[in-house]
């Protein structure tokens, strides 16, 4: 397309858009016309009807009264069809919204069996050093919130009084409220009264909405032969006795063990899970990020990556076996006791 043509389709879409406007304002003022015509006839309208009224012996007041009322029922079926809609939207969010419970109560329901399998299979696993057990809704912390949220003294005094294992959970709570039988939740009357009061339609949807997730109470058999639970150890008592039980399985998938050493004693590291890594060499894939030069070394590492990291990102100095020279120097250089742990395996194993 040449300048010429350019400029005569330009001008032509120029032309085409002040037609459109040009009609669009002709539009608009007769719709203006429009309007104040009917304006002008509505008002002619309630002039008759008011002298009307006048004849008949009706006096001012009566007159506005009726204007009003004329007005008022003149609303009356567009304010039906909004509620009509109203109507239709809420049934359609509440049959959505049941639809979703249900849902949820689905998902949770195989959550459970799957996480019942896995701690079977856990506790199989490890010969019954291990033991676990599921708490339904166990995790009220959103519960908590929304009973206290009533501020209803009764209320909170009936939640904070019940022991933590005998608070419902939300479905049972609203069962309960539909089934008129509160007092077996250990309500008073006063309470249930005044619970009854305050879960108005929406509250309900909003109980109905809570989500209490499940807690699983894991349980080790320590050295003495108690049980105790994983809540209750350190964090070193925790990684010692799931790190020994992890190595003493008989799964063939690799194990990542991240720093060891920043949760465990030299002891337990030489004692239990340097013998432990040397005996599943060869049958099992073990991935250890480390800064201890004693599991580099006398682990038996049979490939020894040492890796340099920058600000933005990080990437592979040196790899090979341990006795590449490079790779001993690397130890040396760069791991906490390097030297030392090769002066130990000197005396172990000769080289």
């Known amino acids: 397309m040449n300048e010429t043509e350019f400029r005569d ?43 009307n009224l006048a004849e008949l012996g009706y006096d001012g007041t009566r007159i506005k009264e009726f204007q009003a009322l004329s007005r ?52 199989n696993e490890f010969g019954g050093k291990i033991t676990a057990r599921r708490i339904d809704h166990g995790d009220r ?4 919130s929304f009973v206290l949220k009533l501020s209803q003294r009764g209320i909170t005094r009936w939640w904070n009084e019940l022991s933590k294992d005998l608070r419902p959970s939300p479905e049972t709570l609203l069962i309960a409220l539909k089934n008129d039988e509160l007092s077996k939740l250990r309500m008073s009357k006063a309470v ?38 994983l809540d209750d150890l350190s964090g070193g008592q925790r990684v010692s006795v799931l790190l020994s039980l992890l190595l003493q399985t008989n799964d063939g998938r690799p194990l990542v063990i991240d720093q060891p050493e920043d949760e465990l004693d030299n002891r337990f590291l030489s004692e239990t899970v340097l013998p432990a890594l040397k005996k599943l060499k060869g049958r099992r894939q073990i991935i250890v990020a480390t800064h201890n030069a004693d ?30 020279p490079t790779i001993r120097d ?8 390097g030297d030392d742990a090769f002066r130990l395996r000197q005396i172990k194993y000769g080289f």
């Open 72 to 123: 008022q029922s003149s609303l009356l079926e567009s304010y039906k069809a909004n509620l009509d809609e109203v109507h239709a939207k809420l049934k359609n969010a509440e049959h959505s919204f049941e639809g979703q419970l249900a849902d949820r109560r689905n998902l949770v329901a195989q959550q459970r069996v799957a996480f019942d399998r896995i701690l079977n299979t856990v506790q």
């Open 295 to 324: 599991i580099v070394v006398n682990g038996d590492a049979d490939q020894v990556i040492q890796l340099e990291a920058t600000a933005n990102q990080g990437r592979v100095a040196e790899a090979g076996a341990i006795e590449k």
């Open 192 to 229: 249930q009264s005044t619970f009854r009061d305050s879960m108005i339609r929406s509250r309900q949807r909003e109980l109905a909405a809570i989500s209490c997730r499940d807690r699983y109470i894991l349980e080790l058999k320590l050295d003495d032969g108690d049980f105790r639970r």
């Open 141 to 144: 912390a959103q519960l908590e």
């Open 9 to 51: 389709r330009w001008e032509r879409i120029r032309s085409h858009l002040r037609s459109a406007q040009d009609e669009l304002n002709s539009a608009d003022r007769f719709s203006k016309f429009v309007v104040e015509r009917l304006r002008e006839h509505e008002h002619a309208v309630r002039i008759k009807v008011d002298q």
């Open 330 to 337: 690397a130890i040396v250089r760069t791991v906490d006791g």
